[in-house]
């Protein structure tokens, strides 16, 4: 299969990206690990300890700007420095998007995992079933590939673009209340909710393994591809027009 040829040599490229990495896999393993010192563990106490939540929530921020992997790509190899290259050969301009959107959504997931694991070895964080994260994970990147790939097509400045990228997640990352307590509103309540991609995530891992939070998190996971679905349906319209 072409598509999964493409995403194999995509995805070592992805490996070739120090920068990225650094960004995406460095940053915030110190952060958390700062984190962890700070807050260290709690004992005693019912419900999700202090330091799980803030990683957790920490971890699922992150991962949004793994988009930023893809938008570059199309930005560098659809929209400018290699536009004619690609396109002089004998490959369908969807077929490569979808390999790019697949090696970043696999690329961001394996980086997810090593976050995962340093903080279940390191801090002893209870992530539940593996599996299940995993899947989160997975569902989480393709959204985020999904919005950066909306934002890609949708404005026409790919500087802009990522400014915009940057205040969503930053945006979403402060609406969860992980850096400060958000007013007593219905609005900031819904936001820290279901009205945020982030929480969406976290809510996701977290209910799983609270007695009668299972449906939380199945409820949390189906918004998460809702919305995914939603982006996609958008940018192919979008894409049809900008990329034929």
């Known amino acids: 299969m072409l598509v999964f040829r493409m995403t194999y040599f995509s995805l070592l490229r992805l490996i070739r ?4 990495q650094l960004l995406l896999v460095g940053l ?22 202090p330091l799980d939540l803030t990683v957790v929530t920490t971890i699922m921020g992150v991962q949004f700007f793994g988009g930023t992997y893809l938008m570059s790509y199309l930005d560098i190899d659809l929209l400018k420095t290699r536009k004619w290259r690609i396109y002089s ?34 801090f002893g964080i209870a992530w539940g079933s593996l599996g299940w994260v995993l899947l989160v994970f997975i569902i989480y990147s393709l959204f985020a590939q999904s ?3 909306l934002l890609t ?8 673009a990522e400014r915009v990228s940057e205040v969503l997640g930053i945006g979403f990352i402060i609406l969860t209340g992980l850096m400060f307590p958000l007013p007593d509103h219905r609005f900031f309540e819904f936001m820290s909710s279901y009205g945020n991609p982030v929480s969406l995530g976290k809510m996701a891992i977290l209910e799983m393994f609270i007695d009668g939070g299972q449906g939380k998190a199945y409820l949390s996971i189906l918004l998460l591809l809702a919305l995914t679905v ?15």
Do not use: D
């Open 17 to 20: 990206e120090p920068i990225g």
């Open 28 to 49: 915030p393993l110190v952060v958390i690990t700062v984190l962890g010192v700070v807050i260290g563990p709690y004992e005693g106490m019912k419900g999700v300890p």
């Open 89 to 122: 050969l004998p490959i369908n301009v969807a077929v490569y998007s979808s390999s790019l959107i697949l090696a970043c959504t696999l690329f961001s997931t394996l980086q997810g995992l090593v976050l995962v694991l340093f903080t279940t070895w390191v």
């Open 147 to 149: 919005v950066h790939l």
């Open 153 to 160: 097509l949708s404005i026409h400045n790919v500087k802009l």
């Open 230 to 244: 939603i982006c996609m349906m958008i940018s192919a319209w979008l894409g049809r027009r900008k990329l034929a």
